[in-house]
Each structure stands twice: as C-alpha cells, then as structure tokens.
C-alpha cells in the first residue's frame, strides 16, 4: 500500500466543509499534481433528491445475491424481500433466504 495513502477528513473537519455543494474527492499525486472533483448533491444516486427506484434496487439486490445463489433461489429471494414492509418476522425471512429449500 506504499502507493496509495487515504486520509478521511475528521467530523471536526467535516464540519467546515460546505457539503451542500456535494461530495469532495480530492487526489494528490506522488509529482505534487492535485486532482480534484466534487460531485454535486443531485446527481448522487441514492440521495433524498435523486433515490432509486425500485427496479434499480431490484437489479442491484439480484446481481449481488445471484453471487451465492442459484437463479430459482435469486427469484424467490427477490420475491421475499419485495414485500419487506409486510414482514413481522425478519429473522425467518434471511433465513429463508439464505437457507435454500430443496424438496
């Protein structure tokens, strides 16, 4: 890691920061040259102002749990935690999800 050093701005730090222009990166290189580059509140994905959709969600949950499951388990996985604010027993459900059920 001799090459590459990060350093995370302290919450005093943080503090002093106008972070409603965005997100701040900030690279200096070996040669002295810095780099620079604030994404802006808005087009951060995620945000209060920019929140994914569902089917955005959606794809990014299948592609993570297709990793470790099968595609019958990756639907029934997706088809469990689509309806998350009915659920009374979270517990059971990553259990299910987890725990594959071979009949």
């Not at 040669?31 to 959709?53: C, F, Y």
């Amino acid at each position: 890691m001799d090459k590459v050093r990060t350093r995370v701005m302290a919450k005093s730090e943080e503090l002093l920061t106008n972070s409603e222009d965005g997100l701040k990166v900030k690279i200096t290189l070996k040669d002295g040259r810095v780099l620079e580059h604030t994404t802006g509140r808005a087009d951060i994905l995620g945000s209060q102002k920019n929140p994914w959709g569902f089917d955005s969600i959606r794809a990014k949950f299948e592609e993570n749990v297709a990793l470790v499951l099968n595609d019958d388990d990756v639907n029934r996985a997706v088809q469990a935690w689509s309806d998350i604010p009915e659920v009374t027993n979270v517990a059971e459900l990553v259990r299910s999800t987890l725990v594959a059920t071979k009949a």
